[in-house]
């Protein structure tokens, strides 16, 4: 409950104003998702995908886009996570630098980045007329997304591991 404030605070406040070069539009409230460890219901976590989304919405003025992708996320997020996960994870097992490896956890939080940012973008243009723009918004949102998910991953980890000592 609390990732979820902080985020959407965060977009409200922080990163709804930031267009580098008028493309990229970092979202790291998908983040969220990210954080549901191995054995969460598949309910619970399409409802928090659903409600991060349309709290974004309702704060950047997207009608249910953010929703949408948010609750297309939620639904793979599982799938995923159980295909990226060591066999001998156990069932409570959280995604993190620590579980995954550095370089699972950055193709895990790829994957489910690039699926957010492509959903996104195709349906907020809903058309391919001006599709290098969209491409360079979608890459470029999708990158700057990805390295702040990473960055927070990394700050959370490194926390964490001062609680473990």
Not at 43 to 59: E, M, Y
Not at 94 to 100: D, I
Not at 120 to 142: C, G, R
Request: with cysteine; aromatic share 16%; proline share 4%.
């Amino acid at each position: 409950m609390l990732w979820l404030v902080v985020l959407v605070a965060a977009q409200m406040m922080v990163f709804n104003y930031i267009h580098l070069f008028g493309y990229a539009t970092p979202m790291p409230y998908v983040y969220l998702l990210l954080l549901f460890p191995l054995d969460s219901s598949r309910w619970s976590i399409l409802l928090w995908g659903f409600v991060c989304g349309i709290l974004c919405d309702f704060v950047s003025m997207t009608p249910g886009i953010g929703a949408a992708s948010m609750t297309l996320v939620a639904f793979v997020q599982p799938l995923l996570l159980r295909a990226m996960a060591p066999k001998d994870a156990l069932e409570d097992m959280q995604a993190s630098y620590h579980t995954l490896g550095f370089w699972g956890y950055v193709r895990y939080a790829g994957l489910l980045t690039l699926l957010f940012a492509i959903t996104y973008f195709l349906l907020s243009s809903f058309s391919f007329f001006h599709a290098t723009d969209l491409a360079i918004a979608f890459a470029s949102s999708w990158a700057l997304t990805l390295v702040l998910c990473l960055s927070i991953e990394s700050v959370r980890g490194s926390r964490h591991g001062e609680r473990e000592n």
